[in-house]
């Protein structure tokens, strides 16, 4: 629009093989379901408490559930401010680290993004996927176009909590759905792993050089290598 020509999307990229290791947390998987949230905590724009309020419809259905919650902010504030017949379901892990998330994802059934938009993309669904773990996301764009429109991961209605509770009850009572979304999604994070992005932005660079010079690249995931 702005300097002619056709541009070229190349998306995000994700390593994915970071998040193939299988090793859970300790004292997982358990005999209930076990949800998963990583975000900041006390940024509203992030969905938490959406997902805090659909908890209740969620345990009336599930007693057994368990809401794993990781991410900065004031784990103390949050604890305090659970109502009481939803605290004993929440585990509030506060700030983990890269190792920590890539086990939080190999504990959870399923992983809930609630955020309420403002997002450009969607690496934490990726992550997910790429772990093998199922995603249920509220509806905006930027999380529908990553999870191919419901095809790759589950949807529910943005800031909806009674939606998001009624699309969960969906996959908690339906394995075959679940596992046709695990697969689902561990395909769609290979189109954006590492390896393929690098490949698309050195045939960006190919298509602006002289006929005949070629793109040295290393598609290890882990640096592109050397441009010239």
């Known amino acids: 629009e702005h300097v002619g020509g056709d541009a070229v999307l190349i998306p995000n990229g994700v390593n994915c093989a970071a998040f193939a290791d299988p090793d859970p947390l300790p004292g997982y998987p358990r005999s209930g379901p076990t949800l998963f949230f990583i975000g900041r905590i006390d940024e509203p724009r992030k969905g938490l408490p959406t997902l805090l309020a659909a908890m209740p419809r969620i345990i009336a259905e599930h007693p057994d559930v368990q809401l794993l919650v990781a991410g900065p902010g004031d784990v103390a504030e949050v604890h305090a401010e659970l109502p009481a017949d939803v605290r004993d379901h929440v585990v509030l892990l506060g700030l983990v680290s890269e190792r920590d998330k890539v086990r939080a994802f190999h504990s959870a059934d399923l992983y809930i993004a609630p ?114």
């Open 115 to 228: 955020q309420l938009g403002g997002e450009s993309f969607g690496i934490v669904l990726l992550e997910s996927m790429a772990a093998g773990t199922p995603v249920l996301a509220s509806d905006i764009e930027a999380f529908a176009k990553v999870l191919e429109y419901g095809q790759a991961g589950a949807l529910f209605a943005n800031e909806d909590s009674a939606d998001l509770a009624a699309q969960l009850e969906v996959l908690l009572t339906s394995d075959e759905r679940c596992e046709a979304l695990r697969i689902e999604g561990f395909r769609r994070s290979r189109e954006f792993d590492w390896a393929s992005v690098a490949r698309d932005v050195v045939r960006v660079y190919e298509a602006v050089l002289q006929p005949g010079v070629k793109v040295e690249a290393d598609f290890s995931g882990q640096v592109f290598g050397r441009f010239g």
